[in-house]
């Protein structure tokens, strides 16, 4: 019962935006620059990038009237089926954007889990990302179902007099219930196989999406984690013990990427892989040291650390990507030692080993 939000036949869409002020309208752009690739990844395509400077959140659209009946020509104009929106929108919000503009209407949270949908490969990822989906979607109910709030008559009818909506949310919450109980059991089998390797040295590798994760988990582990140059090619914890090349036996986690406005249903959902983290002796935190964005790329991941109270762990900072920007100087940090490497040439892999080794023969002395 995986929940397809955003496929239909090709999208072409228009990425909207509000922006407080001037001053943050650079800010907001960079944002939308990302909705783009996101957009991207989903299979649609971007018609264009519009951003509304406003002080105040229109309660009732979001944006202001005028605003919208700018988006509705365009959309009239160039034949554009989908609107998408860069932060949250109410339910109420959402209903009266698809009323007064003819088009579907959607936000970058509903984006975000419909791509987690469409990469989600095994059981515990499809259970986690369905779980997120009704969860967000039960609030919204009463605009999506409005059609059905209305009693049915004849055989078989006749009981305590729900309407079509009532049910709907009941069978909902049933399966949101249902789905639950079934991760609150793979939650325990995982817990089992944690305090087997508790004994071992466990690292995780965290960081933005698209940042090179698996590319250094391969690198290290002389897998063959599946890569691309997309975002979210990763949503399932991969874990090998290695020994091979190493003096110990230590064992790495390949975890999915954070993004900034992870819809928190996903990390609520996501919670029990995302202990892979929360169990790890070290932590690498991996960042694209190409990315222009960077800083902000890190500040979010430490964001969502802290979320799920990782952020006391011992961690490495590794500036991936530096095969593309040579030039690049480390952020300052005061609680960590930093790498340059490039994952995909192996460059700096060597001594990131070494600082891993070093610490894994730390935890082996007590």
């Given at each position: 019962m995986v929940i397809e939000y955003a496929k239909a036949e090709k999208e072409n869409a228009i990425l909207v935006a509000v922006a407080a002020s001037t001053r943050v309208k650079q800010d907001v752009e960079n944002s939308l620059d990302e909705l783009k690739m996101l957009t991207i990844s989903s299979g649609a395509k971007v018609a264009e990038k519009r951003i509304q400077v406003r002080q105040r959140i229109n309660p009732a659209l979001y944006i202001g009237k005028g605003f919208a009946e700018q988006l509705k020509e365009a959309v009239t104009s160039e034949v554009c089926n989908c609107i998408i929106f860069d932060d949250t929108l109410t339910p109420a919000q959402q209903r009266n954007l698809e009323e007064k503009l003819e088009a579907k209407v959607i936000d970058r949270a509903i984006l975000?889990?419909?791509?987690?949908?469409?990469?989600?490969?095994?059981?515990?990822?499809?259970?986690?990302?369905?779980?997120?989906?009704?969860?967000?979607?039960?609030?919204?109910?009463?605009?999506?179902?409005?059609?059905?709030?209305?009693?049915?008559?004849?055989?078989?009818?006749?009981?305590?007099?729900?309407?079509?909506?009532?049910?709907?949310?009941?069978?909902?919450?049933?399966?949101?219930?249902?789905?639950?109980?079934?991760?609150e059991k793979l939650d325990k089998q995982r817990e089992t196989q944690r305090k087997k390797r508790h004994h071992q040295f466990n690292v995780a590798l965290v960081g933005y999406t698209n940042a090179g994760k698996s590319t250094l988990f391969n690198r290290l582990t002389k897998s063959e984690v599946k890569t691309a140059n997309m975002l979210f090619t990763t949503l399932d914890s991969t874990t090998r013990i290695m020994s091979s090349g190493y003096p110990c036996r230590i064992l790495f986690s390949d975890t999915v990427g954070f993004i900034k406005k992870l819809p928190h249903q996903l990390i609520e959902s996501f919670k029990s892989t995302l202990e892979e983290v929360k169990q790890a002796d070290l932590l690498l935190h991996v960042a694209d040291s190409s990315d222009v964005d960077i800083e902000e790329r890190v500040a979010q991941t430490k964001k969502v650390l802290s979320e799920i109270k990782a952020d006391k762990i011992p961690h490495l900072m590794v500036y991936n990507k530096i095969d593309k920007n040579h030039d690049f100087e480390p952020l300052p940090e005061n609680d960590s030692k930093d790498f340059k490497i490039s994952a995909i040439k192996g460059t700096g892999i060597n001594s990131l080993q070494a600082e891993i080794v070093a610490r894994s023969g730390r935890k082996a002395e007590y």
């Open positions: 975000i889990l419909d791509i987690f949908a469409s990469r989600a490969r095994t059981a515990a990822s499809r259970l986690q990302v369905e779980l997120a989906q009704l969860e967000y979607t039960l609030p919204r109910l009463t605009g999506a179902w409005v059609h059905f709030s209305r009693q049915y008559g004849g055989i078989g009818a006749k009981g305590p007099g729900e309407t079509q909506l009532e049910i709907d949310r009941r069978q909902v919450r049933a399966r949101i219930s249902h789905l639950k109980k079934k991760l």
